[in-house]
């Protein structure tokens, strides 16, 4: 008892010392320090929000409200120092007893101190010899449904970004410079973080078609759609092979860098945004109504199944879609440590009904320094997961045994009903299909998921060298399941059919680099040599299965199933081996020059051919530094130029090896049922990666002093060495074999202008163009070895188009050149006529192409006190589309049993005709469009702690001015089913919608 209540006085003796020593503490702390107010102003004397102010040297920091106000406890001897993205970093000592300093900053039109992005680290904008274009997360979009993908859309000359159908979460087909391969992959390698991903593994693509069932959608995932863009600090796009030789063999088709945001030393914030959306179609198709139908039935003469009913099938299938997203973000930024964590969530419902998707995001960056700052680890992983309800939108559909939801929305019968009497619904049997049933029928289920990360190690152990290790790890996991119920005329054949799909993919990688960075004199070098190793996997099984006594069994017991179709499976691996260096000389910051050499080994590629050899050099000259040039005009001045070799591998694996496979044949001896086991291909020990030389020259220019700044570009580019299937001599049982043949040729000039075109008081006013020109042609198809063969690609698809196709490669023309007949009118006889021989045959020929003459982007900002008003434009001239969906409801033919669009009635082709692919469906689809317009207000309440309240309204997709009669000319349809869309065909495209968003972000 007394010891009880020893131990009790001690601790109440104990808890009153602790609160002393802590206000004696607190009181120390307080004298010791001082409080500064003040304000951060441009120099037209407008407030600027969002400033960083930090006591230099220390963790302590804030930021200014929305009135350019601040307000810190600093201590004795204090250095503030004020930053701000686009104006130049200043600090100013605080003296003793000074309890105000106001900060003006000036603007940094040019951003020549900016830090851009480059292969294996990062240089100042001002010290690049190469082709390297950036965005950073201020100069984002914003609005529902964005990724990082569509936030290039129009940013960067000479980059194509087409959105290849308007489905959440849709792929887009991205050129940098024009496309360099025939049947390798055209899309650039993505490098996050430090991390190179393989998008073009066997998860990139999920086709689930069959002989009896095409109907689903074959669309490639978006590699980058489990990133939130809220995470992203920056894109980089390495264009010339100066900048993409660091890359080697994957460097030809251009890289994309994406930077993701760290934590800041001196910062601490919680930042939250919500925004909601509602989007609608922003076009549909002019079909025949209920009343034009029967006029037009009646009027040919042919049978009328009239019901009775006056039914808008696009309307039944389209809706109005909901969309929100959710994101939160923690930053602290510590002397040693410092980290970011963020979770995003978002709902994107799709236009038309029953699609959609739901995403989860999260992400957690961390930096530690030790060792005086000598070693320094930073971290980063990101994790997202991807829910999908997908519209069963197949763009391969090519007869009666295929179908989808589009296509019966623009073809079945309008006078029809829904649902019957006993709410069943209405086929129009034996082949077409209700297109509500689609919807609430069928269903198809996707779910992927994708794990980023790496470590970064950095050991500045002497001086200027440093030794680095980064080690990435990436996991993508696809799953698909969809079912055709046996309530459905699709299914009720099968009594139910389901399809089960499950694929992996993932990669290792090790780099090991040494870096060296010095200055003596007017000298300085930036060089490093380094070592890399990446290892890649992918594996897939896919399983269908047939019969079902119910419904409710689906993917969940395909033991249910009566007939369990054959498995298919695959796994697959590749490795790449590679040694590489860079240096970088600065003589006196006028003269630079950058040397890049890779050597890379790929395990795709021949015994004879596994290891190759990427070079690149450059140059730069700021005239501007130079003591005779003196200008008031132009004031900033910098040629470059740049040559280098890049390579493509992106083939598949085991290409260069003897294959075999086993056959659908089998033999029965003995009762016992023998696989047939054939040679697939043979071997080619000197198959090699397709090599891209490219030369740049380069001007980069400010006139009074960066008001207006920008860049210029040449280049000249060319792949030899086309990886293309070839015949092999008979007699062979192997008829192809793949080999290096051929080549193809880019040339082209960009052009990037920058406007700093009003700055007052009160308001101000920047612009950004960007302008692209890139010519494209084939130059050969053969060699010493092999004779390539002009070859037909971009199949047409449709009931009665079945064999016919809309492009042919062929030299001395563009990769998306249209072939095929010349329509010239029709005749008195209702027949299609087409530009004829001297024989009078009609004769295939070039009637278009997919290439555009140029592309075009231009965004725009003006800013009112605490308003800014941001619009994005962008465009296309030139190019050429091929509408393959008025090819097939632009024939009378189709009556009764199919719908057609209205301009079939005035067409004057004759209602016997049988359908045909001719430059009758081959429309100028060049565009100009508005992609986004927003208008935000910022302010503060200081009271609650909120540094910053940002409340924006935005509109997506406003407009689009274009003579193309389609529902849109920006489209890339995968209508050979492999994942990779030929570049202008328009076949049953899931729309473009129009969205409006409303959203906030709130700082604390």
């Keep these: 008892m007394k010891n009880n209540a020893t131990q009790g006085a001690f601790s109440a003796f104990a808890r009153k010392l602790t609160l002393v020593v802590a206000f004696l503490g607190i009181s120390a702390f307080a004298f010791a320090q001082s409080k500064v107010t003040g304000t951060v102003k441009d120099s037209a004397g407008e407030p600027i929000i969002g400033a960083s102010v930090i006591v230099d040297g220390t963790t302590t920091g804030t930021t200014t409200a929305a009135d350019g106000t601040y307000s ?14 686009g104006y130049e970093t200043v600090s100013q000592a605080v003296a003793p007893g000074q309890t105000t300093v106001d900060f003006v900053l000036n603007s940094s039109s040019m951003q020549l101190d900016d830090v851009v992005v480059i292969g294996y680290g990062t240089m100042k904008k001002s010290d690049l010899t190469g082709a390297v274009s950036q965005i950073t997360s201020d100069q984002f979009k914003v609005g529902s449904g964005l990724n990082a993908q569509s936030m290039m859309q129009g940013a960067f000359a000479g980059v194509n970004v087409s959105q290849n159908s308007g489905k959440p979460g849709a792929s887009n087909t991205i050129r940098v410079r024009g496309g360099t391969s025939i049947t390798a992959s055209n899309e650039p390698l993505y490098v996050i973080d430090g991390v190179p991903i393989d998008a073009a593994a066997g998860v990139s693509k999920s086709s689930i078609k069959t002989y009896q069932h ?55 914030s919680f930042d939250y945004g919500y925004k909601i959306g509602v989007s609608k179609v922003a076009n549909t198709l002019d079909v025949l109504s209920a009343d034009e139908y029967r006029t037009a039935v009646q009027e040919l003469g042919r049978p009328l199944d009239d019901k009775g009913f006056n039914t808008d099938w696009q309307d039944e299938i389209f809706r109005t879609a909901i969309s929100q997203e959710h994101y939160a973000a923690f930053t602290y930024g510590g002397e040693k440590t410092s980290y970011r964590a963020s979770l995003g969530y978002g709902d994107q419902q799709g236009v038309i009904d029953g699609s959609g998707i739901e995403k989860y995001n999260a992400r957690m960056n961390i930096n530690h320094s030790a060792l005086d700052d000598k070693l320094k680890f930073r971290l980063n992983v990101n994790y997202g997961e991807i829910h999908a309800d997908q519209a069963a939108t197949s763009s391969t559909v090519g007869s009666e045994f295929g179908s989808n939801v589009l296509y019966e929305a623009y073809v079945f019968n309008p ?20 297109p509500r049933s689609y919807i609430e029928e069928l269903k198809d289920e996707r779910k992927t998921k994708r794990f980023i990360g790496n470590l970064n190690v950095n050991y500045n152990f002497w001086g200027p060298l440093s030794f680095e290790a980064n080690f990435g790890y990436t996991n993508n996991d696809l799953s698909r399941n969809s079912y055709i119920p046996k309530s459905n005329l699709l299914g009720e054949g099968d009594s139910g059919f389901v399809n089960i799909q499950k694929m992996e993919d993932w990669s290792k990688l090790m780099e090991l680099m040494l870096k060296y960075n010095q200055s003596f004199g007017k000298h300085h070098i930036d060089a490093m040599a380094g070592y890399s190793y990446q290892y890649f996997w992918n594996e897939g099984v896919n399983t269908s299965a047939a019969g079902f006594l119910s419904d409710e069994f689906q993917w969940y017991n395909i033991s249910a199933a009566s007939t369990i179709h054959t498995p298919s499976s695959w796994a697959q691996s590749n490795k790449l081996i590679s040694f590489y260096g860079r240096i970088n000389w600065n003589y006196d910051d006028k003269y630079l020059v950058t040397a890049t050499l890779r050597d890379d080994g790929s395990s795709r590629f021949g015994a004879d051919s596994k290891w190759g050899l990427f070079p690149s050099v450059a140059a730069s000259w700021r005239l501007s530094e130079e003591e005779f040039f003196k200008n008031n005009v132009l004031t900033y001045a910098k040629l470059r130029a740049s040559w280098g070799i890049t390579g493509s591998q992106e083939i598949g694996n085991y290409n260069s090896l003897s294959t075999l496979g086993a056959s659908t044949n089998k033999y029965l001896i003995g009762g016992n049922v023998i696989t ?36 210029i570009d040449v280049y000249h580019k060319r792949t030899d060495d086309l990886l293309l299937s070839v015949a092999v001599p008979a007699p062979s049982y192997i008829t192809k074999q793949t080999a290096n043949v051929g080549s193809v040729m880019n040339n082209g000039i960009e052009v990037q202008v920058g406007f700093d075109v009003l700055r007052k008081k009160d308001f101000s006013w920047t612009a950004n163009l960007n302008l692209a020109h890139n010519h494209n042609k084939v130059i050969s198809l053969s060699n010493g070895s092999w004779s390539g063969e002009n070859f037909w690609s971009a199949p047409c698809n449709g009931p009665g188009l079945s064999g016919q196709y809309a492009q042919m490669i062929l030299p001395g ?17 209702g027949k299609e006529m087409f530009e004829v ?13 997919a290439q555009p003459d140029f592309t075009y982007g231009l965004s725009t900002q003006l800013q009112y006190k605490k308003w800014t008003l941001s619009m994005n434009f962008r465009g296309s001239q030139g190019n050429d589309v091929y509408n393959n969906t008025a090819n097939n409801l632009m024939y009378l033919t189709n009556l009764p049993g199919r719908n057609v669009l209205k301009d079939a009635l005035s067409s004057g082709v004759g209602p016997g005709e049988a359908k045909l692919f001719s430059s009758r469906f081959i429309e100028d689809g060049s565009y100009f469009r508005m992609d986004a317009l927003t208008l935000g207000y910022d302010f503060a309440i200081p009271a609650l702690r909120l540094k910053r309240a940002h409340v924006y309204f935005s509109a997506q997709n406003l407009f689009v001015i274009t003579g193309y009669s389609g529902l849109d000319p920006e489209v890339n349809t995968d209508v050979t089913g492999n994942g990779v869309a030929p570049l202008g065909i328009d076949y049953l495209s899931y729309p473009k919608a129009r969205t409006f968003t409303l959203g906030i972000n709130l700082s604390f």
Aim: net charge negative.
């Design 72 to 85: 810190l406890n600093v201590p004795k001897d204090a250095v503030l120092q004020v930053s701000f993205i």
């Design 837 to 849: 021989d001297e024989n009078g045959n009609a004769v295939n020929q070039v009637i278009g192409c």
């Design 813 to 829: 023309e563009a990769l998306g050149t249209f072939y095929g007949k010349k329509f010239i009118g029709v005749d008195a006889n």
């Design 415 to 434: 006078t029809y009903p829904i649902y019957d009497e006993t709410g069943d619904f209405v086929d129009s049997r034996p082949y077409r299909v209700n």
């Design 214 to 268: 095409d109907n689903f959608d074959q669309e490639a995932v978006n590699p980058l759609d489990a990133i939130n863009p809220n995470d992203i600090e920056s894109i980089n796009v390495l264009k010339d092979a100066s900048a993409t030789a660091i890359y080697g063999s994957r460097g030809a088709n251009g890289v994309v860098i994406i930077t993701t945001k760290q934590g800041k030393k001196g910062t601490q």
């Design 676 to 711: 047939i086991v054939l040679p697939q291909q043979y071997a080619n020990p000197d198959l090699k990666w397709e090599e891209t030389t490219q030369y740049n020259v380069g001007f980069d220019f400010g006139f009074l002093d960066g008001k207006i700044h920008g860049s």
